[in-house]
Structure formats: C-alpha cells, structure tokens
C-alpha cells in the first residue's frame, strides 16, 4: 500500500540519519519495509534471526558456488523474467527452491541463514508439527495458509527435516496410503507454485520424493566434513576476542574426534564456560573434557590411550 511504503521510507531515513550514514542501506530498508507487513506466519512457523554470513558457513567451494547462484535468482528476476521477456515464457514455477542435504549438524540450517542475510529477507522455519494433521483436509489447509502467508510478507520458508512431509509416496494399500500421497502431490503443487523462496533440509536423500526433485531449483550438498574441514571448523568457532591459550591444537582435535560441525560448535563453547569458570584461556584440557562429554552424549566412549600425549589433561 502507499501508505505503508511512505512509512518505510520515513522509518528509513529517520533510522539512517540516527546512524550518521549519509546513504540508505539495502539491509535498512528491507528491515524497515518488513516492519510495515502484517501476516500470521507467527502461527505455523517460527522466526529464524540470521546470524551467519559466507564467511561463517564451512563447505565445498563448488557447493558454495552453488548457492551464490541461487542467490542470484531472486537478485535479478526483475531482470530476466521483467526487462528480458522471460516472464511471458516461464508462466509459473518462477520461485527459488533450495534443497539442503546431509547428515545432522552439517550446517544446513547456518546455510538458510546464510542466504536470508544475503537476500535481506526474514526467514520462517515451519513447524512441521503443527501443519500435519491427522484429520482430513487439514494438512493442506496449513499448507495452503502457510505459502500464502510467505507470499503476502516476501518471507523465506524453511521446511527441516522435511522428508516427514515430501517423501516418497507409497504404494496404495488403504485410505491412509491414498490420503498420504495426495498430501505429497498437493505439496508439491506448492512448491511449483509458490514464486518466493523456499528453503528445504533433510538428513536422508533418499527418502525424497523423485517426483519433488525434478521441481527443485538447486540440490546443495552438506557433507560429513574431513580432517580439514573439521580443524577448520574449530577456528572459526572462536570470536575474535577469546582467549585462546597457546597449547591449542586443532589439527589434533580435528583427527581424533570424527564429528559434525554441530557437535564442534558445542565442543568450543563448552570449553569456553570451563575456561570463563577458572578465569582462564580456552586450552587444550578444556577442549578435551568438553570434547569427551559431547561423544558421551551419544553413547561413545573415550579412553586414555585415544588422547595420546594429551591424556593427562583429562584422565587425571
């Protein structure tokens, strides 16, 4: 409404004049135009505040690539689809659709954040609790209010786990395998349809609909992260300002304990509430105890001679 966009860009300039800026930033006035929506998304999903940019987010450069062009889709759509015609071609089905795949805390939800801060749109992790129903009729009616409320507020849906809800569809044996299925398909009627940003996680490929696949735009790979990958993790969970002791060494975290980044973002910050309790810099017997308490979580045990010349720090 005019209304509304006169007040954004009031908000705007009253918000960069406070700042001392002398230009509006794109990020002020997508927070300011965001300010003037009304939707209830609020009732089916939750609201993810992004935190994390490219230089956060731990992956194959070519699955990062992957990404950044699909960033591009929604920057330039004006361009392709607006000033080069390709709107009079491609009649739906205009949206972006992003498939995140791998194990558990591999990153896939800092992936969504990620592209919501690029893209400076808010973004809405659906509870996908409270939009399957048991009763019929009412699982798409959530849907149905779900996407339409995306669209009303340009918002990012960020379905988790969602082969609970996109997977395969089975063979028909009775109503309930007839009704799950037109659940499926209805779903992915959405999907095609809905012409904003859909993000989607799911820990086991393989359960995913083939007929979900051919409807999304890009398939970003989350894998298992390496020796490399995993030393490198643990660096850039550190801020800038901790203090780190010197007898840190990532490289023999990284081999030893063969884990998520999930589980490396708990391992640092557990280490940094021992050392924050002695007064003391994150070192290495820190790392440790805190390492040996997360593989205790899932019921992995961790004896003296896998700490080698470390060993001491933990079993003393």
């Excluded at 009079?88 to 205009?94: L, W």
């Excluded at 973004?123 to 996407?147: C, D, H």
Aim: with cysteine; proline share 4%.
């Amino acid at each position: 409404m005019p209304g509304q966009i006169k007040n954004a860009v009031r908000q705007a300039e009253g918000l960069t004049e406070l700042g001392g800026a002398s230009e509006i930033t794109a990020e002020t006035m997508h927070r300011c135009c965001y300010n003037q929506v009304v939707h209830k998304l609020d009732s089916l999903a939750a609201r993810i505040t992004p935190a994390y940019g490219w230089d956060d987010l731990i992956l194959p450069p070519d699955q990062i690539k992957l990404m950044q062009q699909a960033c591009d889709h929604i920057r330039y759509s004006m361009r392709v689809f607006n000033e080069w015609g390709f709107g009079r071609r491609v009649t739906y089905g205009r949206g972006l659709s992003m498939l995140f795949a791998g194990p558990p805390g591999t990153g896939k939800t800092m992936g969504a954040q990620v592209v919501a801060n690029q893209l400076h749109m808010e973004l809405y992790r659906v509870q996908i609790s409270q939009v399957i129903s048991k009763y019929i009729g009412e699982t798409e009616k959530n849907l149905r209010a779900v996407f339409q409320e995306a669209k009303r507020s340009n918002c990012i849906l960020f379905f988790d786990e969602c082969d609970a809800i996109f997977g395969k569809r089975s063979e028909v044996k009775d109503a309930h395998d007839r009704y799950a299925n037109v659940e499926t398909a209805y779903l992915l009627q959405q999907v095609e349809e809905f012409d904003g940003v859909c993000i989607l996680a799911t820990n086991l490929l393989q359960n995913i609909d083939a007929a979900f696949m051919r409807r999304i735009s890009f398939v970003i790979h989350f894998p298992f992260p390496d020796k490399e990958t995993r030393a490198k993790l643990y660096k850039s969970m550190l801020p800038p300002d901790v203090p780190v002791a010197d007898n840190v060494d990532f490289d023999f975290m990284a081999e030893k304990f063969e884990i998520t980044g999930g589980s490396i973002k708990n391992i640092v910050v557990n280490a940094a509430f021992l050392a924050a309790a002695k007064d003391a810099p994150i070192g290495m017997e820190e790392l440790l105890v805190a390492a040996v308490n997360e593989l205790r979580k899932n019921e992995i045990v961790v004896v003296r001679k896998d700490l080698g010349e470390y060993a001491d720090l933990v079993f003393k």
